[in-house]
């Protein structure tokens, strides 16, 4: 007769240091926040006025935003 073989408790995990996802997320919609911000500066046209820091600003932050949400979406796939 055969005997079942028992289960671990917990899944194997891979070796190595796991990065949690909100710091990842975090990290990713700043670097995006920056990049967009510095990037639309040098595009406008100087002087610049509290307009334009208003856009930029707004573009910025909405780039972030969609990182973020791109982030949640696609780090939910089951692999």
Known sequence: MT???PKPDEPARARGFRVPQPLV???SACLAFAVFAIALVHVL???????DYLIVGT?????ALITIFA???LGHRKK
Request: charged share 5%.
């Open 3 to 5: 005997a079942l073989t």
């Open 25 to 27: 997320l975090a990290l």
């Open 45 to 51: 046209p100087s002087p610049h006025s509290r307009a």
């Open 59 to 63: 573009l910025a932050t909405l780039a």
């Open 71 to 73: 982030g949640l979406v």
